[in-house]
């Protein structure tokens, strides 16, 4: 069984602690006895890079987009380079709006050993110029696999749009109520549970077990992109 958290800002996203960087994240996934955790920033991959050459707990390249319609959307990518390819392309289409960093948060980009190297310019939390369904065909077009971002909640397609979009594109949505893990379940989506942590102590706190004998990189993210439901498990089944 793996257990995964495939939901986890660092440092670079401005709402996320300064101290979310390599070793500190690695640690807590190991003292959480996480298996594979997914590093997912607003809108940028700058530390995929640093935190899959630092921690050793095996790391799916991750992102999460806002869309026009100010919905979150997680994306999985096969490899640091697919996500990096991606992640230039987004960019492109990122508003370019100044920001005060010390009111609305720094963008810190770390190096390998946890050192501030860069910081990410462009407020990092705002709309991409590109709808829920570009996004997704985006996503498609890289190889990732999308999965709507806490959809019960601000920001989650729910909330945002009161229904899910018909696309059957996207076979998984995250959830963070028993309500919406069920209302994920009777529209077809299989549900996933992650802790969107933003602070150290959040790792972990929120999971999903995959029921998969080994965790080889290339096989669970071939398992993303075809996911057998019966073997996705949240805290509620
Ligand atoms: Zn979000
Ligand atoms: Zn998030």
Redesign the pocket.
């Given at each position: 069984m793996i257990k995964a958290d495939l939901?986890v800002h660092s440092c670079l996203s401005p709402c996320a602690d300064i101290t979310m960087v390599p070793s500190v994240v690695c640690s807590k996934a190991k003292e959480k006895r996480l298996d594979v955790i997914a590093i997912c920033d607003?809108n940028s991959c700058a530390n995929l890079e640093s935190f899959t050459k630092a921690c050793d707990v095996p790391m799916l390249s991750g992102i999460?987009i806002?869309s026009q319609e100010e919905v979150?959307v997680?994306a999985y990518f096969r490899s640091t380079e697919a996500a990096n390819r991606f992640s230039k392309i987004l960019k492109d289409h990122r508003p370019k709006v100044e920001f005060e960093p010390e009111t609305l948060g720094y963008q810190l980009i770390v190096n390998e050993k946890d050192e501030f190297v860069a910081m990410e310019e462009g407020y990092l939390h705002v709309a991409i110029d590109m709808s829920l369904e570009k996004i997704v065909e985006l996503i498609l077009s890289f190889d990732g696999v999308p999965v709507y971002?806490?959809i019960d909640?601000?920001?989650?397609v729910l909330y945002q749009l009161g229904i899910f979009p018909a696309d059957d594109r996207v076979r998984m949505a995250e959830v963070r109520t028993k309500e919406g893990w069920q209302k994920a379940l009777r529209s077809g989506y299989i549900p996933l549970t992650n802790s969107?942590a933003h602070r150290p102590d959040e790792i972990g706190c929120r999971f999903t077990r995959f029921d998969l004998d080994t965790l080889n990189s290339e096989e669970f993210f071939d398992f993303l992109k075809n996911p057998d439901p019966s073997k996705v498990l949240t805290i509620w089944g």
């Open positions: 939901h607003h999460e806002t979150h997680l971002a806490h909640r601000l920001f989650g969107d």
